[in-house]
């Protein structure tokens, strides 16, 4: 098992920018990361996200592509 | 000086070649002559169908056999180029290499042409369908103004005359944004009401397929054909097709007609309000009832619609993110797909929370409304290179300020459409937006065309110099 740091970007959330390409990258999520943080404020523990899950799909009428 | 054939919708044409008045093969002349015309400046389409005309022949072959099939029979129609067809190309807007898409009919493309239609052509794309300028498309009310998008090559070539109408895709706004920018009908069916099979995903709970039109008549006659249940859609709901054109008869007498006043009416253009204004005046004096409410959660849907299509459609080009494709991306494309890196599956998830949310918050409008009405965009179409517009007398990003009031509904999955409804003082388009509940689209084209017969804004052409090769009828 390797005793390298992680790197935050490299490995956590597997970008391999180059430095400058990951500053602009950045940059440009900056007003996306704004609108983003409103999220993270909310209390929603009690919210059904609108995602669901159905494991009867596959077995609908036709559906066997 | 009589109308160009071209500049005519399915609802003036079907008859005529129904009856033997006018064939498919002189109808697609017009377009293919106008394409020919024009289309050097605007640049919609990216591939003309070499077999339109022998399409044509062989529907009014089938007409002249006594077997016509519906009012698309002989039309021609432009498919945007994220649509896979068996006979032309797919490059969904891009040259990156190494990218194939097969040749097969999407749902929507099959459904089409076992209705009879032409289709003439594939109209260009926003890459990937990643943004909202289509370049290098130009507006035809002004060339040097972008047509919005995803679906700006549908746009254009519908605005301009070249085929009778177009089929897009919508997935924050992509048709009703370069509807109401190129002055003609968009309309964003219920998620799960039309087939995606064959559509090249861009994020998959977000995108809806859906026509551009000359008319709300003929947007319910490309809604009547592309609506119902396939099973290779893991979305599509096996729920009843109702016949569309019937509730075009009943009027708006004793409509609620719901004006959500928060976020759809914050900073936008004064042409943009007044004209939205005038329209609700003119429903009301119709016979209808105006609601006005509020949904405050909307100040969470900039961040939910963010988050989710960014995250989805990064993990749709994740293997080619990796090999470095995206290199190869429009600079614009390449940004939004590598960034969609840096939301984490946490963000994404509370993204849906708020989904769910604002769900519900419209599920509790409709208690006391039928129809939601209001601006499609802020502003009307901006010029080519700009990435910020002046509103209110404050700059405001294009990104974020021009799919606004669109994006809501792609969140809800609700139905919306936009039609025409004026010009601000640049003679550039400006849209009204209706939305329904769920599968309530007969109730949607039922307002948009009441409110549409009260003006002439559809039979306004833009003003493109061309010589008049075309056919006249």
Request: proline residues 8%; negative net charge.
């Amino acid at each position: 098992m390797s005793d390298t740091p992680l790197d935050p970007f490299k490995d956590l959330l597997g970008v391999d920018f180059t430095p400058e390409r990951l500053q602009q990258n950045l940059e440009s999520f900056r007003p996306v990361l704004d609108e983003i943080r409103k999220l993270r404020a909310l209390d929603l523990a009690d919210v059904h996200p609108a995602v669901i899950f159905e494991p009867t799909a596959p077995y609908r009428r036709g559906a066997d592509r | 000086m009589s109308t160009p054939l071209w500049a005519r919708p399915i609802e003036w044409l079907a008859p005529r070649i129904r009856a033997g008045k006018l064939s498919s093969e002189s109808l697609t002349e017009a377009c293919l002559a106008r394409i020919a015309d024009v289309d050097g400046d605007l640049l919609s389409f990216i591939h003309v169908s070499a077999t339109a005309l022998d399409q044509a022949r062989e529907a009014d072959a089938q007409i002249r056999r006594g077997a016509w099939r519906g009012p698309l029979h002989g039309i021609p129609l432009g498919i945007k180029d994220n649509y896979f067809t068996a006979d032309m190309p797919t490059t969904v807007g891009s040259k990156a290499p190494g990218l194939e898409y097969p040749l097969r009919d999407s749902a929507s493309a099959a459904r089409l042409r076992a209705a009879g239609a032409v289709l003439i052509g594939k109209t260009r794309t926003h890459e990937f369908a990643w943004g909202n300028v289509t370049p290098p498309v130009r507006n035809p009310w002004d060339l040097t103004r972008v047509p919005s998008g995803s679906s700006g090559g549908s746009g254009a070539a519908v605005s301009a005359g070249l085929c009778v109408a177009a089929m897009g895709s919508d997935t924050g706004g992509s048709i009703r944004m370069p509807a109401a920018a190129c002055g003609v009908v968009g309309l964003k069916p219920t998620f799960g009401r039309a087939s995606r099979d064959g559509i090249v995903p861009h994020s998959w709970s977000l995108d809806h397929p859906g026509p551009l039109t000359r008319s709300v008549t003929d947007a319910a006659h490309l809604l009547q054909v592309l609506a119902g249940y396939d099973p290779a859609d893991p979305a599509c709901q096996d729920q009843p097709v109702p016949q569309y054109a019937e509730a075009l008869r009943r009027s708006v007498r004793g409509l609620r007609v719901g004006v959500c006043r928060n976020h759809f009416f914050e900073h936008i253009q004064e042409d943009v309000e007044a004209a939205v204004e005038a329209a609700i005046h003119d429903l009301a004096a119709a016979g209808a009832k105006v609601v006005e409410f509020r949904i405050p959660n909307l100040e969470y849907g900039l961040a939910a619609i963010f988050a989710i299509e960014l995250a989805s459609s990064t993990a749709y080009h994740d293997l080619s993110l990796r090999d470095g494709l995206p290199a190869h991306f429009q600079p614009d494309v390449r940004t939004l797909v590598e960034m969609g890196r840096f939301v984490t599956a946490t963000d994404y998830l509370k993204a849906e929370q708020v989904r769910a949310v604002l769900i519900q918050d419209f599920r509790n409008a409709f208690d006391h409304v039928d129809v939601i009405v209001g601006p499609t965009t802020p502003i009307t179409a901006w010029k080519s290179g700009e990435w910020t517009v002046k509103v209110a007398g404050k700059d405001q990003s294009v990104l974020s300020v021009s799919w606004r009031n669109t994006f809501p509904y792609n969140l809800a999955g609700l139905p919306a459409i936009s039609v025409p409804c004026g010009f601000d003082r640049d003679g550039l388009p400006i849209g009204l937006q209706i939305a329904a509940k769920p599968f309530d689209e007969a109730t949607l084209l039922r307002a948009a065309h009441a409110y549409e017969r009260r003006h002439d804004w559809k039979d306004s052409m833009p003003p493109l110099d061309a010589p008049s090769r075309a056919a006249s009828a």
